[in-house]
């Protein structure tokens, strides 16, 4: 596990996925994840 800071420092998506998900919550989150379709299947 990295620290927030590292993840920033390192780019990397899952950090900061969980830190948007942490601060905006899920309902919120999902909203955005939803808009840009993120959460179709891609071939």
Do not use: T
């Not at 942490?22 to 379709?37: Q, S, V, W």
């Amino acid at each position: 596990m990295i620290s927030y800071l590292e993840g920033i420092q390192r780019s990397s998506n899952v950090a900061a996925s969980k830190l948007a998900y942490e601060k905006i919550g899920p309902d919120r989150f999902l909203g955005y994840l939803k808009a840009f379709d993120f959460d179709q299947k891609r071939e």
